[in-house]
Every structure is written in C-alpha cells, then in structure tokens.
C-alpha cells in the first residue's frame, strides 16, 4: 500500500466520529407523548379567536427541544383554523398560605423554545390564537396608531373623538367579523416542531361546540370596543379588566 493510500484512509477515518454522531441522531430519537387535560379552553376576546390548552409532554429515549408549537383545528364543515403559541404558564408547585388554603406557584416562559426532558413531566398552559388573525389585525392597529400619532401631533387628539374615528371602527368591525366558532365537531392535532428527529403519540383530540357555546361567546362581540377603549386609556376604576366569556368543551382522544 503506497503512503498516498494511508493518508487517504487516515482523511476517512477522521470523519467517523462525525458520521456515528449522525447515524445515532437518526436511530436515537425522541419519542413524545401527548397528555392533555380533560378539557381545552376556547374563547373570543380582542385577540381573535382563542385556543388555550394545559397539557404535559411524555419523553422517552432523549431529551428534546422544541421550537415551535402549533394546534390545527378542523371543523366538521371542513374549515380549518391553526392556533399558535403566544404564551406558555408552567406550574411550579403550590404554596400554602397563611389560611392553610393551598395556591399552584406558576410561571411565565418565553415561546422561543421549551425543553422536554425525560426525567419529569411538566404541566404547561399554552395559550394560542389564530394565527391569520394576528397578521391581519395587525395592519388594523398600525392605520389606528398612525392617524393617533397624526392627532398628537397636529394638537388635535381626544381620546373619546378617536375611539370613534374611521380606523378605530374598521378595526371593531374587522375584530366582530373574525368570529370563526361554529356549532359542531371538531378535530385538532397538536403539532411541534424540532430541530432535531422525533416521533409523536396521542396529539389528536375531538371536540363538541353546542349552540348554547356559541351564543355564549357571541356575547364577546359587544365587550371588543370596551377593551379597545380599556387598552388605551389603561385600567383604573372606571375601565375594569374584561368579564370575557370561555367555554370548556370537553377533548376525546382520537
């Protein structure tokens, strides 16, 4: 063997170490079961339709990081909403309080990324909203905030005149007509995304609407201009935090 041929195989060697870390990664991956509670939480506020879930996260085999987390919603009539992640309460554990009444201790968490470990299975309320909704609403409220900043500065803003201006109604109007809840079955896949190889187990649940929720959450429309008005003038005495109205439909698995 000629030394131009063992330097070769030296070349090869040097990038084993590499490609046994790649076909571990491929063999090894996580495995992630999905446990919910028995019932999801939906409603309808001036963030558009919601779709709150608390749910915990199985792992076996590997620990993994998840990126991002999606509930895909689909109606009997075949319309299909999806929900993203805007924010994430982990509970802690609880404290007892001084009347030995026990309070969970909770967390906020960034939704950049969560970390499923195998050793522990931790409860997490995530709080979604339809995503078409966030990007639309969003050219609503910078036309809003464009002709505020265009009153202040020509001396002319009041807050009650404004509340009633062109932009502010399009954005009420475009809020109401967002109402997508419809009476029925429904079916919602939980899904994740991960940098790295996973498989995933019990991510579908069904889930019944009545008229009566419908109605119910209707009754959000009439609070939207309230809120609005809340969120610009800031909350005091004479504009209270929202009584929104929720429905708790109960999640069959699938």
């Known amino acids: 063997m000629k030394f131009i041929d063992w330097i070769a195989i030296i070349g090869a060697l ?69 929900f993203e992640w805007q924010g994430i309460t982990q509970q802690m554990g609880k404290m007892t309080m001084p009347d030995s009444n026990v309070m969970p201790f909770e967390k906020e968490q960034s939704v950049l990324a969560i970390k499923l470990t195998q050793k522990e299975i931790e409860e997490r309320f ?12 969003q050219e609503y409220i910078s036309a809003a905030v464009k002709k505020s900043t265009y009153l202040k500065n020509e001396g002319k803003y009041n807050l009650e005149t404004f509340l009633r201006e062109q932009e ?3 954005l009420y109007t475009f809020n109401k ?11 919602m896949t939980i899904e994740i995304q991960s940098p790295e190889l996973f498989s995933i187990v019990d991510n579908k649940r069904s889930f019944t609407l009545s008229p009566l929720d419908i109605e119910k ?28 109205q929720w429905c708790n439909p109960i999640l069959n698995n699938i």
């Not at 076996?60 to 909403?81: A, M, P, T, W, Y």
């Not at 995530?126 to 609403?137: E, K, L, M, V």
């Not at 007509?177 to 079916?187: D, I, M, R």
């Open 168 to 170: 502010m109604t399009d």
């Open 177 to 187: 007509h967002a109402f997508s809840w419809k009476p029925g079955k429904y079916e």
């Open 14 to 82: 040097a990038w084993l170490p590499h490609l046994i870390d790649l076909l571990k990664r491929w063999i090894v991956k996580s495995h992630i079961r999905v446990i919910t509670h028995r019932a999801a939480e939906i409603g309808f506020t001036t963030n558009g339709p919601i779709f709150n879930l608390r749910l915990a996260f199985a792992v076996s085999k590997k620990d993994i990081v998840v990126s991002d987390l999606k509930i895909r919603v689909r109606h009997e009539s075949g319309e299909e909403k999806i």
């Open 217 to 244: 959450m209707s009754h959000n429309k009439n609070m939207l201009e309230p809120d609005y008005k809340r969120i610009v003038m800031g909350v005091d005495k004479d504009n209270p935090q929202i009584e929104w």
């Open 126 to 137: 995530i709080r979604c909203q339809d995503a078409s909704f966030i990007a639309s609403q």
